[in-house]
Nanobody
Framework: VQLVESGGGLVQAGGSLRLSCAYS????????IGWFRQAPGKEREFVAS????????NYADSVKGRFTISRDNADNTVYLRMNNLKPEDTAVYYC????????????WGQGTQVTVSS
């Protein structure tokens, strides 16, 4: 299982970014894909997830209405569209995968830095 994030960068408050998570080594239908983030000095936190079927999404309260998780099966990529970014969204963003049968996220990407300036 391999996950590779991209798309991070520096953006002004109110701006937008789209993160990509390219996955390989597994069949997406059997896995839940999630996005997490970790800000300096803080614990890693859940951001959003997409069910194995692609029909169900979950979001942290802090990003609801601003972030959208989606999947392109043809490209084996999961996206995180982030709109109306705030300085508190600054963090390293990671995508992760876990079996749809349950358990913890056990496959992680290397992360991509998102910095939002005020």
């Amino acid at each position: 299982v391999q996950l590779v994030e991209s798309g991070g960068g520096l953006v002004q408050a109110g701006g937008s970014l789209r993160l990509s998570c390219a996955y390989s080594g597994f069949t997406s239908v059997n896995y839940v894909i999630g996005w997490f983030r970790q800000a300096p000095g803080k614990e890693r936190e859940f951001v959003a997830s997409l069910s194995w079927s692609g029909s169900s999404t979950n979001y942290a309260d802090s990003v609801k209405g601003r972030f959208t998780i989606s999947r392109d099966n043809a490209d084996n990529t999961v996206y995180l569209r982030m709109n109306n970014l705030k300085p508190e969204d600054t963090a390293v963003y990671y995508c992760a995968a876990k079996s749809r049968l349950g358990g913890d996220y056990d496959s992680w990407g290397q992360g991509t830095q998102v910095t939002v300036s005020s």
